[in-house]
């Protein structure tokens, strides 16, 4: 066995034997047994007031060990004097001390070896719960030393008690007896009367008015639910359990007949112990008075009438049902009475409809006659179906008409029947609005059978129940396959399922739903639809059918987006007409300077070549600014009669130049396709466009064009043709086989800048651009492409009514010139310096002025002194055609052209007439302003001025 073994065994055999060993033995004997234990020098011991210390060879130890204990025991010692009392007795004895202590009745003191510390620990634990089982011990004998004193005290008390109960017990014991004997006898005397009460069904009181005792038979409480005298006997008890509406009247019913001495009976409500109400009826007289005749004593009965009383009012409920109805029936009702033997027949009732029918009030006709109130009664007939019926018994109809200036004014359809009482019942009514009525629904339907609208009803679920022939004509599904199925046979798949729940919701909440479908027709094509769809409620207020009103909107938002696409091509124009001025301004310098630049040098010269590239650029400039104007239909271009043809076999010869020989270009060109008016440029540009276009659709491969012009007639104004008038038009179609336009892309291929052309191959403006000229002239232009189909642009030009002779231009590049004086006006310096130099440089004499306020007071100064009048549109203060205005006031012979880059104000029907006799249209070419500056002065030439040389 090792050492540690043996030392847990000691411990164990300790704790085991804590409970045997006396209190005053415990310290000495847990002192020898922890000394064995290695590492612990010396212990000291308290239990209760008993010490015990060992010595370790001196009793300096013992008397340092109590006095260190005294310290650490004491509350009045401070913390600091007892932790140095203890390290200083550590110092000394060189040991280290342990504190075990639970209370004051036990503690102990450990001193271990320095050196064996570690030794004692592992058994510290075993220790320290040695010393708790010792506590427990002492607290266990302390609680049996208080329970035993108690016990003892206990005893003597009821030793002293017991010998004074038995004295009172025998006592009452005799008592007892007597009260039996008494008690016996009353018990039997009450179970007779109980027994004879308990016998009968109602319920017995008995009230001693006089002491206010009451007495209920056990009746009266099983009656109302309770057990035998479960509540107490008292005239409260009574009153509680009244109804509260009743309370009041039956508690002075009572003292009424109390004090008269009479007997009473009332029907009152009583609530039971499951809380409802029994209708119970009481009854009570006086039996016993004093010697002045008061009342002393009371007895009554209370008898359950709750059937009695359902029985009443159920037939009370029956008789207001039945009179509710009668009087509330539509129809007409008439009682009668057979009298004289069933010759005649007087009225007993009639109900409200009948009245109004007869236009009598009951009064007049109850117990009169009916022979004597409508005497028509045998002319009718009628009186003779009384009388078979009152005799056979056997029900019979009689239906009546009656006219007035050739119309029905009344049908009236009568029913006569016999009741087991012997009386005659008519019901009568006026069907003439429900003939009316129903006349009305075959028109009604006739109607719904003829419009363009599809109707559809369905039942609660949605199942079809009737559709009118539009339904077939838009869908192709005939009522026969409609009709049983429900609306998902159109379900085209464009709508989410949450577009659906929420057209249920809204007409399932009684609510009418208004919107848009895409549905599937029968052969596969989508169509669109605007659908009202309304629940219809019965009397109720339940559903019983829905109620669809649909209308096909597919051409309809077709128009709204060709409408929609001309608003947005509107805007862009009002953009680029707003831009063009500026533009314009900037390139008039960059194209006038290059112009006057160039003639300085001489042809073939690097500086020539250099300005000759930057007119160049000015004019492509000057050409995009044109497109875009196009694009809004902004441009002034001049319109004249023109074979399209011409123009078109123009374009296909330069096409053919620039496009590769795999691509094919097959043209079909009708020689008698009708002119046009048009700028031939503008029709080149068309042309232009919408073959480069087709040749970047299908230069990937070997590919096809088509090019076609031929005359067009539209007999009719449809909306397939973009609502074009009918007449003559001169049609371009332009096709491809290439790859077709994405259905995404295809309803904005219009727009500017927009393109599927990679970078370098396209602005985006071409197919704007001949849009834009398109709807200048009035025409209309159709694409219908697939992917993978190719392409197809229709072009619709109006034919002119009358065809003219084509206007020439005779090709002049002479320049004129001239040295007449002229006023110039441009609020930009260096336009006003550009303008100036190059009028100059053809010989006239300019005045140029920035500011037309200042223009207009200079020529209001000397009206003569200048030939012709150059100015600007757009300006502040005063416009170019204010400026005019002015100008011709003054002086009406002074000519005056309009130089501008874009004006919505002005164009040339507004120019002539205001008087202008010219527009420039910038950027202006030299040459172009040198002729029309000659032609305008040769056209006004007057007879020279003192002042001309």
Not at 494 to 501: Q, T
Not at 792 to 817: I, N, R
Request: glycine content about 8%; aromatic content about 8%.
């Amino acid at each position: 066995m090792t050492r540690e073994s043996a030392h847990l065994g000691q411990i164990l055999l300790l704790q085991s034997t804590i409970h045997v060993i006396p209190e005053e033995q415990m310290p000495g004997f847990i002192c020898k047994a922890f000394l064995r234990f290695p590492g612990i020098h010396s212990v000291f011991i308290r239990v209760r007031d008993t010490y015990y210390s060992t010595d370790p060879g001196n009793g300096a130890f013992q008397r340092h060990v109590q006095d260190v204990y005294e310290r650490l025991t004491n509350p009045s010692v401070p913390a600091a004097e007892k932790s140095h009392s203890l390290k200083a007795f550590e110092e000394k004895f060189r040991v280290r001390c342990f504190k075990i202590g639970t209370n004051h009745d036990l503690y102990g003191l450990f001193c271990v070896s320095l050196s064996d510390e570690e030794a004692f620990n592992e058994y510290a634990a075993y220790v320290e719960n040695t010393f708790n089982l010792i506590a427990l011990r002492i607290e266990n004998n302390v609680q049996q030393q208080v329970l035993l004193d108690r016990k003892a005290h206990l005893e003597s008390l009821v030793r002293d008690r017991t010998g004074q109960l038995k004295t009172t017990v025998d006592r009452l014991q005799n008592e007892i007896r007597e009260r039996k004997n008494v008690e016996k006898a009353l018990a039997e005397s009450e179970e007779r009367l109980k027994l004879a009460l308990d016998s009968v069904s109602d319920a017995v009181w008995d009230w001693r008015v006089d002491t206010g005792e009451v007495y209920f038979s056990s009746r009266w409480y099983t009656m109302l639910g309770y057990d035998p005298y479960e509540l107490p006997q008292k005239f409260e008890t009574w009153k509680e359990l009244l109804h509260p509406e009743d309370l009041q009247p039956s508690v002075d019913t009572v003292f009424d007949h109390l004090e008269l001495a009479e007997p009473f009976e009332i029907e009152t409500r009583m609530k039971t112990k499951q809380g409802d109400w029994r209708w119970i009826l009481a009854r009570g007289k006086t039996v016993e008075t004093d010697d002045q005749g008061k009342p002393k004593r009371m007895l009554g009965t209370h008898m359950d009438i709750t059937e009695r009383k359902l029985v009443e009012q159920r037939l009370a409920e029956s008789t207001e049902r039945f009179r509710m109805l009668f009087d509330n029936m539509a129809s007409g009702v008439a009682i009668y009475e057979a009298v004289d033997g069933g010759e005649d027949f007087v009225f007993v009732d009639l109900n409200r409809a009948g009245l109004k029918m007869g236009g009598k009030k009951k009064e007049e006709l109850i117990g009169k006659r009916v022979t004597e109130i409508f005497p028509a009664v045998e002319d009718i007939g009628l009186l003779d179906v009384f009388q078979r019926v009152w005799k056979t018994g056997t029900s019979e109809e009689h239906p009546l008409t009656r006219y007035k200036d050739g119309k029905v004014e009344e049908w009236v359809e009568n029913f006569v029947f016999k009741l087991p009482s012997g009386l005659i019942v008519a019901l009568y009514e006026d069907t003439l609005e429900k003939r009316l009525a129903e006349a009305e629904r075959e028109r009604l339907m006739s109607a719904i059978e003829q419009v363009d609208e599809i109707i559809v009803i369905t039942d609660e679920k949605g199942v079809i129940q009737y559709v009118n022939p539009a339904f077939e004509k838009i869908t192709g599904y005939t009522p026969k396959e409609a009709i049983g199925n429900t609306p998902r046979i159109l379900q085209s798949g464009v709508h989410e399922l949450s577009f659906y729940k929420a057209l249920w919701d809204t007409i399932l909440g009684k609510q009418t739903w208004e919107g848009e479908f895409v549905n599937r027709k029968k052969d596969g094509s989508l169509y669109n639809e605007k659908a009202v769809i309304s629940p219809v409620l019965d009397t109720t207020g339940r559903i019983t059918n829905f109620v669809a009103v649909k209308k096909d909107i597919t051409e309809e938002l077709k128009i709204k987006e060709r409408f929609r696409q001309t608003q947005k091509m509107e805007s862009i124009g009002s953009l680029a007409g707003g831009i063009a001025h500026d533009f314009n301004n900037i390139l008039y310098p960059i194209i006038g300077f290059s112009e006057m630049l160039i003639e300085d040098f001489s042809p073939g010269s690097v500086e020539h070549d250099h300005i000759r590239e930057i007119l160049n650029a000015g004019k492509r400039g000057r050409d995009l600014v044109r497109q875009i104007l196009a694009v809004g239909r902004r441009s002034d271009h001049q319109a004249v009669p023109v074979h399209f043809q011409m123009v078109l076999k123009e374009v296909l010869k330069l096409s053919r130049s620039t496009i590769p020989a795999s691509i094919e270009i097959h043209q079909e060109i009708a020689n008698g396709c009708p002119k046009v008016q048009a700028d031939p440029t503008q029709l080149h540009q068309i042309a232009m466009n919408l073959i480069t276009n087709a040749y970047h659709a299908v230069e990937e491969g070997d590919g096809r064009i088509d090019v076609q012009l031929h005359a067009a007639n539209l007999a009719d104004h449809g909306a397939e043709k973009g609502n074009l008038p009918a007449g003559r038009y001169a049609k371009l179609s332009v096709s491809d086989t290439g790859q077709g336009i994405a259905p995404d892309d295809r309803e904005r291929i219009f727009d500017p800048y927009f393109t599927t052309k990679e970078q370098g191959k396209g602005t985006g403006l071409g197919l704007s651009v001949v849009y834009g000229i398109v709807k200048e002239y009035g025409g209309e232009i159709f694409v219908a492409s697939k992917p993978g189909q190719g392409s197809t642009f229709d072009v619709y030009l109006p034919a002119m009514e009358h065809e003219g002779g084509e206007k020439s231009f005779e090709k002049q590049d002479s320049v004129p010139s001239g040295d007449e004086r002229i006023l110039l006006v441009d609020d930009e310096q260096a336009i006003a310096d550009l303008e100036k130099q190059m009028l100059e440089r053809l010989g006239y004499r300019v005045t140029p002025c920035c500011k037309s306020f200042d223009a207009l007071d200079l020529f209001r100064s000397d009206p003569d002194r200048f030939d012709l009048v150059l100015s600007d549109m757009t300006m502040p203060g005063i416009t170019g055609d204010e400026l005019a205005e002015e100008v011709k006031a003054i002086r009406s012979q002074t000519p005056v052209i309009i130089c501008t880059g874009f004006s919505a104000k002005m164009d040339e029907e507004k120019a002539e007439a205001i008087g202008i006799n010219a527009l420039l249209k910038k950027p202006v070419v030299l040459k172009e302003m040198a002729r029309t500056v000659r032609r305008v002065l040769d056209e006004n030439r007057k007879p020279p001025s003192g002042g001309h040389g």
